[in-house]
Structure formats: C-alpha cells, structure tokens
C-alpha cells in the first residue's frame, strides 16, 4: 500500500492533468446533451411515448367538449411501454407530391401495422401520428396594407412536432371543423399590427378573409437567426392554399410511428414512398455511398443525435456539402443540420480530452505493474501452501481428538475393573480333611506336577513343625 501511494504523490502532476482534462470533457458532453436537448422538433418521438403510457382517455368535467384529451393516445399493450421512432421524409418538388400522394402513404403505414398486428383496432386508440407541410410565398393584406410573407400550409398534427412558443392565442390543427385561422409569427404580428396580442384579427389572402388563432415566438440562437431569416411567416392549412395555387406541392411529411425493432419505422416509411426495402437497402450499404440520388430523402430523427451515428456521419463529414438531388429542407430541418456539425466537432474534441487521460493512466497502471512485489506463481504457491497447511491442522486436530476420545475410554474401562470382585491366589491356602489344598473354598486341582507337589508338601509340614 505503501508503494502505491509513494507512486501516485510521485506523479500527482499527471494525475491532476488528467482530472482537469476529464471535467472539461464532461462540461463538453453535458454542453452537447443541452444542444440536442433544444431540439424540440427532433423530440416527438420521446413525447409521444411518454404519453402513450399513461392511456390518455381522462374525461373532464367542463363540458362535453372537453371530455377527453386533445390528442387520444394509447400504447399498443396496455399500460407496456411501445418504442416509437420519428422518420422525416423530404420530398423534391418536382414530384408534385399532393393530399392524394399523403393519403397512400397513410395507408401503406397503416397496413404495415395490421399486417403485424400492431393495428389500431387492438387497443382502441391512435398508434401512431403525421404532419406535412410546404412552404411558398403569398400576400396577405389588412385594409390597404399589403405584406408579403412566407406561409408554411401545414397538416396532420404539426404543432405537435413543432410546439413553438405561444406568445398569444392557440394552434390550429387539421381536426379543426373550419380551416379559416391560420397562425402568425412575431415578426408579422408586429409588422402588420404593431403588436402580439392580435388574437381575433383579421387578414385577407385573396378574397378570403382569415382569423388570427396565435401568435409564436422566433427563436433567437445563432443558427435559428440563420435559418429562419427575417421573413415574416404565417402557418395556415395547406388545402386553403390549394385554393389559390393548385401546382403547389407537399416538401415535407413526418411520422411518430411504433418502432418494436430496429429500423422498423424507418423501413415501413421507405416503403410506403416505394423506395428500395430493406433487403435491396442493405445491399446498397456494400457501396459505403451515404448520398441519397432518390427523390425522396429519409432520416430517422430519433438517433440522428447519437454518438455512434455522429461517428458514421464524421467519417463521410468530406461528402456533406455535395448535393444529389433537387430536395429543400425546411427551416426546422436546417437547424438540426447546423446542430449535427456542432455535435460532431463536440464529439471530435470529446475524444481528443479522452487520449491523454486514458494514455496516462495506462501508463502509471503499467508502472504499478513493474514495481508489484509479487507475482502470480507466488500468490498460486502460497495459496496451495495455505491449502496443504489448513489441511495437515485438520488432520492434526482430527487426530487428537481421536487419541483423546481412546484415552478417554481406556480410563473409563480401568476404573470398571477396579469396582468389580477378582480372586485373589495370594491368600494361604487351607487343608481339607481329605489332606487336599483348598484357596478360598475351592479345592485345587491334583492334577499338578509330582516335583511342585512335593514342594508344597514339604512347605507345609515345615509350616506344620
């Protein structure tokens, strides 16, 4: 023990290097967590799921419109945790991809599941939830003013993906019975009416006149300042857009779907916008060729931000900036692109604090190994040694407990013999009438040699005179 403290005060300067190194690669990692954190669009997955779990089907007393929840969702086997996965699909234009083009996606996903029995019939609820949308310029006009904006036509459930910051009012969703409201940015808000609290307002696109439903905050990071620009923006119901451009396509759809295995979301959306499957897909994988050349490009977004997938994306970090396609990415997607290349450099700098450390230490582990004062043959032979010794104080004890016990027993016999009679031939021995010897009352035996006799006799007439 000695030794091992000598050395480490020896070289406490490594050591110290080594644990200054190690906190700033947890103040590094737990920097990384907090970016991928503020991804919420890259999150509905892990919301989903927590929610699936509580069956969310309360009812409430305040009327019977509220008697169940906004979104009813179940998991698929009662109160079990499902996995679920959130899959992106942006779309090229010149698709020209429609309601109709998102209609047969929803019925290739939903015949995936009841194919598996993972339908919704099983469990009541909804499984799984979507949201599209496209983006194109309009104007919209308030009395004599006219702005020109960015209006993003949404459906599905898209402020569920996106749940941008309500300064005022409410979302809208595609449930909603009139597709009349539409919501606004803070920079439109302020621009058109010099104000957030607009709720209720009213603006024109075209002949139509539309609601104001809310108001979202723009987020005022780096990257979003960059991708969002300084459009002002409003989110309205991409069938009203439809209403006054028909040609206008659908760029972008997303799913929450049941992920039970891996890749299983992944490959049920590849195959709903009749891409290669999984089996033609791990064949292309051979080629190590990370570009996509279809017109449709799909990323799981759940494990964008994992180490191991960082990794895979560092080692084709060269072939980022090459496009293949004709596909545009929303704002949204575009942060989360800006936040992979921050993760990565996070990651490449997180493994440089690491070689020092883990070099060093294997290092002064080896130094500790030189100067042991014992070997592996010393420690086998000395446990043999103990073993052979324990055995032999066995055997010991054993035998003289044994000896014990047969001393015990020889005393115990000798004093049996002490307590019981035993005839005695010492005593003198007295004549019968008949001139024969008796001892004790029984007369001994004439059967004796003539010389003893004679003795004995001669004895006795002495004894007799």
């Given at each position: ?73 179940r998991s698929l086997v009662g109160e ?277 450390p883990v070099i060093s230490i294997i ?53 049996e013999d002490d307590e019981s009679p ?44």
């Amino acid at each position: 023990m000695k030794v091992i403290k000598d050395y480490i005060v020896q070289h406490r300067r490594i050591l110290l290097i080594d644990a200054i190194l190690l906190v700033i690669f947890l103040a590094v990692g737990r920097e990384a967590h907090k970016m991928a954190d503020a991804m919420v669009s890259q999150q509905e997955a892990a919301r989903w799921e927590n929610d699936a779990v509580t069956n969310v089907t309360k009812k409430k007393d305040d009327g019977p419109d509220k008697n169940k929840k906004k979104l009813n969702i179940r998991s698929l086997v009662g109160e079990k945790r499902m996995p679920y996965a959130q899959v992106s699909a942006f779309i090229s234009p010149g698709r020209m991809f429609d309601i109709d083009g998102i209609n047969d996606v929803r019925g290739s996903l939903q015949s995936t599941l009841v194919k598996d029995a993972r339908g919704e019939s099983q469990t009541g609820g909804r499984v799984w939830i979507d949201a599209y949308s496209c983006e194109t310029d309009i104007s919209l006009r308030k009395d004599s003013n006219n702005l020109s904006v960015k209006a993003v036509g949404i459906g599905g459930d898209f402020f569920q993906f996106h749940p941008m910051k309500l300064l005022s009012g409410s979302y809208i969703s595609e449930s909603d019975i009139n597709h009349d409201r539409i919501v606004v940015d803070e920079n439109f808000a302020w621009t058109m009416f010099g104000s957030n609290d607009i709720v209720g307002m009213q603006v024109w696109y075209g002949d139509n006149i539309y609601y104001i439903a809310g108001v979202v905050k723009v987020d005022e990071d780096d990257i979003s300042e960059y991708a969002y620009g300084d459009q002002n923006r409003v989110y309205m119901m991409y069938d009203e857009l439809k209403k006054k451009n028909d040609s206008i396509p659908i760029t972008c759809y997303e799913v929450v779907y049941p992920n039970p295995i891996s890749n299983y979301a992944f490959y049920a959306v590849r195959t709903a916008y009749g891409l290669s499957d999984e089996e033609s897909d791990q064949l292309d994988k051979k080629k190590d060729n990370p570009l996509s050349f279809d017109d449709v490009e799909i990323i799981e977004n759940t494990k964008r931000y994992n180490d191991m997938e960082l990794l895979l994306k560092v080692k084709h970090w060269n072939l980022r900036t090459m496009r293949t396609s004709s596909i545009g990415y929303p704002f949204w997607e575009n942060i989360a692109r800006v936040c992979d290349e921050r993760l990565m450099i996070l990651l490449l700098l997180r493994l440089v604090l690491l070689v020092f450390p883990v070099i060093s230490i294997i290092w002064l582990i080896y130094g500790l190994w030189e100067r042991r004062t014992w070997t592996f043959k010393a420690l086998i032979v000395g446990k043999i040694d103990d073993l052979v010794e324990k055995r032999r104080a066995e055997k010991y004890y054993q035998q003289e407990n044994e000896n014990e016990e047969m001393e015990k027993q020889s005393e115990e016999g000798m004093t049996e013999d002490d307590e019981s009679p035993a005839t005695s031939y010492d005593e003198s021995p007295e004549i019968a009438d008949d001139g024969s010897l008796e001892a004790d009352g029984d007369v001994l035996p004439e059967t004796v040699e003539d010389d003893t006799e004679i003795e004995l006799v001669s004895v006795l007439d002495e004894d007799l005179l």
